[in-house]
T-cell receptor
Framework: AQKVTQAQTEISVVEKEDVTLDCVYE???????LFWYKQPPSGELVFLIR??????QNEISGRYSWNFQKSTSSFNFTITASQVVDSAVYFC???????????FGTGTRLTVIP | EAGVAQSPRYKIIEKRQSVAFWCNPI?????LYWYQQILGQGPKLLIQ????????DSQLPKDRFSAERLKGVDSTLKIQPAKLEDSAVYLC??????????????FGPGTRLTVT
């Protein structure tokens, strides 16, 4: 069974602070994929990143970075120098072998205070 | 490129009534998904189509929910009769093809259903 845990329900930071969103997953599959999605107030889920289980390299995209550690089953997301536009709910998700459906965590609501 | 379109954006109905949601995926996307997102939770897959065939409907409450994707393009999701616990946002997504994580899913804006 697939499971994704996002223990942080809500986080508030002041603009320009760095913030890390935690994600811990469980799966019995040896091949799997991890995702992060952003859900702004408009409601539309926006794809941020996909990682497969064989690629543990950290990734950086502008102010966003991701740290994937198989040893701890974690896929954490860091926003550097946060901005008000980063305010949203962020979901971590997992897809195992087989169908392409995503198993989502419960999300972390990030509020960036100007 | 146009995104995934959904309508209506909002719907309020009384319990035991029927409701239908419509989704138009991105042109050329073979795979279409319906998710249910209850307030405070992550989206949960209800049904996945590959062209006009069902790939996975294991979490669809088939006694009241139905979905179809005629001609492998647009899709409708129906609830009949609705219950209070069906209040949620219904998200439609599409991807080029199905497969384990190979293809990014693009989401529509969702339909917010309130059952009173």
């Amino acid at each position: 069974a697939q499971k994704v845990t996002q223990a942080q329900t809500e986080i508030s930071v002041v603009e320009k602070e760095d913030v890390t969103l935690d994600c811990v997953y469980e799966t019995r599959d040896t091949t799997y994929y991890l995702f992060w999605y952003k859900q702004p107030p408009s409601g539309e889920l926006v794809f941020l990143i996909r990682r497969n289980s064989f690629d543990e390299q950290n990734e950086i995209s502008g102010r966003y970075s991701w740290n994937f550690q198989k040893s701890t089953s974690s896929f954490n997301f860091t926003i550097t120098a946060s901005q008000v536009v980063d305010s949203a709910v962020y979901f971590c998700a997992l897809s195992g072998t087989g169908a392409n459906n995503l198993f989502f965590g419960t999300g972390t609501r990030l509020t960036v205070i100007p | 490129e146009a995104g995934v379109a959904q309508s209506p954006r909002y719907k309020i109905i009384e319990k035991r009534q029927s409701v239908a949601f419509w989704c138009n995926p991105i042109s050329g996307h073979a795979t279409l998904y319906w998710y249910q997102q209850i307030l405070g939770q992550g989206p949960k897959l209800l049904i996945q189509f590959q062209n006009n065939g069902v790939v996975d409907d294991s979490q669809l409450p088939k006694d009241r929910f139905s979905a179809e994707r005629l001609k492998g393009v647009d899709s409708t999701l129906k609830i009949q009769p609705a219950k209070l616990e069906d209040s949620a946002v219904y998200l439609c997504a599409s991807s080029l093809f199905g497969g384990p994580g190979h293809y990014e899913q693009y989401f529509g804006p969702g339909t917010r259903l309130t059952v009173t």
